[in-house]
């Protein structure tokens, strides 16, 4: 059992930034596969990015490449989303997950951009 929880979301306007954090539980932290979804109202759950164990190789959806950036402090278990230049339509609900025997998900944090 891994258990994930999310903070940092809140209501900030059109083009300004974000830090999510994502901590998990376990002492295999560092050898996780971590990433953030986001679900925005009517919309399905959809993938922003992914960050290795190692945190040396990240992904990212072309909506948010350039934007948001993906890292992670191992000796925190720690996982962050920093997110820049904010649109309306990155409003959602974002939620972190952790691979680990199975994947686990955090209970979401909501972020909200003003137009």
């Known amino acids: 059992q891994v258990d994930v929880a999310e903070t940092g979301g809140g209501l900030v306007q059109t083009g300004g930034s974000l830090r999510l954090s994502c901590q998990a539980s376990?002492?295999?932290?560092?050898?996780?596969?971590m990433g953030w979804f986001r679900q925005a109202p009517g919309e399905e759950r959809a993938r922003v990015g992914t960050i290795s164990w190692s945190g040396d190789v990240t992904f990212y959806i072309d909506s948010v490449k350039g934007r948001f950036t993906i890292s992670r402090d191992n000796t925190k278990n720690t996982m962050y989303l920093q997110m820049d230049n904010l649109k309306h339509e990155d409003s959602a609900v974002y939620y972190c997950?952790?691979?680990?025997?199975?994947?686990?998900w955090g209970q979401g944090t909501q972020v909200t951009v003003s137009s």
């Open positions: 997950y952790v691979d680990s025997d199975h994947r686990y």
């Open positions: 376990g002492r295999m932290f560092n050898t996780y596969t």
